[in-house]
């Protein structure tokens, strides 16, 4: 059987009845794959730099000094250690008009860093690794820094009361973290020169850190006792890092990045998986008199079924290993594009996608292929003479419930989520449903328009899109996917960027001032009253350690960003009045006279996730003093205004005497940047943070992931061609008789060519408009509900979606019918 199953294929090969299928299980394996692979390296590259990523066996990181018991601790396990001290900062160049300022993160280090991983430096084209740190008085940089402050090696580099001579470039960190987060550039100096520039300070946001290493029995010991002590002492702003929890922020955003575009390589698949059961009946179609003179010469149902298995199964493994092939090498796009994101270093992929890739192509292919070929098993020895079809028997029906069941095991595999899974699932079927009525709907009206046009061609295209309503709809509905998801992607993502754009207000800040000690407070107001309205605000620092009765831990809630609200230090602020762009939307602001009992104003977001609800008694500790509040109202904040904001405003009467700093956003005109390096070099405490600069880089790393996903997008839009090349093929045989008894009938060639040049266009631009609909409702609904600005409605998105359609279909209708016209119609009338 298997010989005759191998000379079956290659003599469905010839004719090309196979073809299409293998096409359409390549596009399905390539776009799931490419996904794989990306992924796959991205989990073996944090793998590998595990230990890197900490620059230790385990990290304790503390918004206070490190206790010297803690290192004492460390000493008797015979732990090596080291120490680091990180915190924003200003790093200024030159002085007057010629002086520069650059937000930069200031690290520094000890003798021993790092205890793991290798600290690398730039020196020429050169990375070269170095055991040691920074001499004391000098200062290693990142290599943006030489042109953002016009400096070179040997220069002078100015750290609030201490200048440092730049001698090195830093190539990279072993604990630099997570490029989602490193937007600020690092200057790293040695631990011992810290105290000489007199930057930390009461209120100064600095994370010391105390690395660790050694034998592991040791490091687990040592964690086990510094927990308890910890735990002990109900020490705040402590966290105890390790390999298996100390990059849990970027596992959770490779999770997610992988979700997502496993979601948008399974709509690839899924099209594809569409196309497959099409070209597989098709395939059944065209087999059944081959299938029939098979019985009659001897072949027994078992065989038969036996037979196109084997075929189907070899076809299979060919079509998956092309795709995982083109996956490989489509993947590389994904690493090119997404440069800023990841490592250009990452270790190669492992066989894991390949295999994955490989069962998921047999998969497809058996479960949306096996139905036809359980008709072909029941084909009749007398279908030669008879020319006849019966019905589908049952257990032909039921395997189409099996093909179901591998789409929405597939989709739970690939999203590695039960519920993501379903609700993939779930949606793609509910819209599919909803594309289907709204095209058998849009079929049933053109159908009142045949007479509006006097001439043969628009009637015949007319009746052909009634005569076959099903093949139509299938059409329409897997072109208008494709093209929904890349309209999506391209022009409706352009309307919502420029709409989030100018939803941020003309005179909206460009810079914040933060660290602004009380007696600088009316010196640096008046500065910025020279060209923007300055206010002014007391910030205070404080933990939330109990609300009502409830003493809050690490683990008081279910949601881990409620608990990392809880271990983090809040910052706080008290005012007599409701700031500007601050909306009351529960209970009422606080009381102007009289006050008696300590309030609290509570941003809505917070008091959803803590669960809060007016009359709750919020308590802090600030600087060691418990401050308790009661909330009376909760407050909606216009984040996109980029002006001061505070998740809790306590009133003054609780406030008095508690240490603060100040805050204060303004807008520096782009004619006097001057300003805030003038400011830093007469205030070297002050941190100025220029959010333009950070908002741009935003925005370059979400271009380059829309990039990526567009990328992914071209599978899709390929996949929707695929169903709608596949619809076409199919009627094609019916459409060869059709023709050639029109022509019989008297009409001409060119009457048919134009009649199917007018059901391609309305077939296309109807899957385009639904396409454009979908896109302009996604659209609406992210920015109503999600991005929370106003939508503005653009006719580029009806008139893209329209055209591209139009444009689709007729390259499709072309490829799979450009020689329905050309075979005689006697020949036709006698084959049928």
């Known amino acids: 059987m298997w010989r005759f199953a191998l000379k079956m294929l290659q003599r469905d090969w010839r004719a090309g009845e196979l073809r299409f299928l293998l096409i359409a299980l390549i596009v399905a394996v390539a776009s799931l794959s490419s996904v794989g692979f990306f992924v796959d390296r991205l989990r073996s590259g944090l793998e590998r730099d595990a230990h890197q990523v900490l620059g230790a066996d385990l990290l304790v990181t503390s918004t206070k000094e490190i206790p010297t018991s803690w290192k004492e601790l460390a000493s008797t396990y015979q732990l090596r250690q080291a120490q680091t001290v990180v915190f924003p900062s200003m790093a200024l160049t030159g002085t007057g008009e010629s002086g520069r300022a650059k937000l930069v993160t200031l690290k520094a280090v000890t003798d021993s860093y790092p205890l793991r991983g290798q600290l690398k430096l730039q020196q020429g084209t050169r990375e070269v690794a170095t055991t040691s740190i920074p001499r004391r008085g000098t200062a290693w940089i990142d290599p943006a820094l030489f042109g953002s402050l016009n400096i070179r090696l040997g220069d002078t580099l100015r750290l609030g009361e201490r200048e440092f001579v730049v001698e090195q470039s830093i190539a990279s960190e072993p604990d630099r973290g997570s490029g989602f987060l490193g937007f600020s550039p ?16 009461d209120g100064s946001r600095v994370t010391y850190r105390l690395l660790v290493a050694g034998d592991q029995t040791a490091v687990v010991n040592f964690k086990t006792k510094l927990e308890k002590e910890i735990d002990v002492a109900g020490l705040k702003g402590v966290r105890i890092e390790t390999i298996e929890n100390g990059n849990e922020q970027l596992r959770a955003t490779l999770d997610r990045a992988e979700q997502f575009l496993a979601m ?81 270093d990452l270790p190669l992929p492992t066989i894991l996608p390949a295999w994955q890739g490989v069962l998921i192509g047999i998969l497809l292919l058996v479960g949306f292929a096996m139905p036809p070929i359980l008709q072909l098993r029941n084909v009749p020895h007398n279908q030669v003479i008879r020319r006849e079809q019966d019905a589908p028997k049952p257990m032909a029906i039921l395997t189409y419930g099996f093909g179901l069941l591998v789409f929405v095991g597939i989709m739970l595999w690939q999203s590695g989520n039960i519920k993501v899974g379903l609700m993939v699932a779930v949606g793609f079927m509910l819209g599919l449903l909803l594309f289907s009525l709204i095209a058998r709907a849009s079929i ?195 984040w996109g205004s980029m002006r001061v904001n505070f998740f809790v405003v306590i009133s003054p009467n609780a406030m008095r005497n508690m240490p603060a700093t100040y805050i204060t956003a303004m807008r520096i005109p782009d004619d006097q940047k001057q300003f805030a390096n003038q400011l830093t070099l007469d205030y070297p405490n002050l941190t100025v943070m220029d959010v333009g600069a950070i908002l741009k880089q935003l925005q370059d790393i979400l271009d380059q992931v829309i990039l990526a996903v567009e990328f992914l997008f071209m599978f899709t839009l390929a996949s929707g061609v695929l169903v709608l090349y596949a619809a076409l093929a199919g009627s094609q045989d019916l459409r060869m008789r059709e023709a050639a008894l029109l022509r019989a009938l008297g009409a001409t060639r060119s009457q048919l060519s134009k009649a199917q040049w007018l059901e391609f266009t309305l077939v296309g631009g109807l899957a385009g408009l639904l396409a454009a609909s979908g896109a302009t409702v996604i659209g609406w609904a992210l920015a109503t509900y999600a991005f929370k600005f106003a939508w503005s409605f653009s006719p580029l998105v009806m008139i893209a979606g329209v055209g591209v359609g139009a444009i689709c279909a007729l ?18 009338l006698r084959n049928s």
């Open 444 to 638: 049933y009206l053109l159908k009142h328009l045949r007479s509006s046009f006097n001439f043969a061609a628009w009637r015949f295209a007319m009746t052909a899109l009634q005569r076959r309503p099903g093949a139509t709809v299938i059409q329409v509905v897997s072109l208008s996917l494709g093209l929904m998801a890349l309209l999506l992607l391209t022009v409706v993502r352009g309307d919502l960027i420029a709409a989030w754009k100018q939803s941020t207000p003309a005179d909206a800040p460009n810079h914040f001032v933060i660290n602004i000690q009380p007696d600088q407070k009316d010196a640096i107001a008046k500065r910025i009253n020279d060209f923007s309205q300055p206010q002014i605000y007391p910030m205070m620092r404080g933990r939330l350690i109990q609300i009502n009765d409830r003493v809050l831990k690490p683990d008081s809630y279910q949601e881990e960003r409620a608990n990392a609200l809880v271990e983090r230090e809040f910052n706080l602020s008290t005012m007599s009045e409701l700031p500007p762009l601050n909306k009351i939307t529960a209970g009422e602001w606080f009381q102007a006279n009289g006050q008696t009992e300590a309030e609290a104003s509570v941003e809505e977001g917070l008091a959803k996730t803590l669960k809060l609800q007016l009359g709750d008694i919020m308590s802090f500790d600030i600087a060691g003093q418990k401050v308790s509040a009661k909330i009376t109202s909760l407050r909606k904040l216009d």
């Open 811 to 828: 390259l499709g209708g072309w490829l799979g019918l450009r020689n329905v016209l050309n075979q005689p119609p006697l020949l036709s």
């Open 186 to 201: 690092r200057v790293m100096i040695a631990f011992d020169d810290l105290a000489a520039t007199e930057l930390v300070q």
């Open 264 to 344: 948008v390589s399974m709509l690839s698949a899924m099209l594809a998986a569409v196309a497959v059961a099409m070209a597989a009946r098709r395939y059944m179609l065209r087999h059944i008199d081959a299938c029939a003179m098979l019985r009659c010469l001897g072949l027994t149902q078992n065989q038969v079924t036996k037979m196109y298995l084997i075929e189907f199964l070899l076809l299979g493994l060919l079509g998956s290993l092309l795709g995982v092939l083109f996956g490989y090498l489509s993947h590389f796009l994904l690493l090119e594009w997404l440069g800023k994101l990841v490592s250009n």
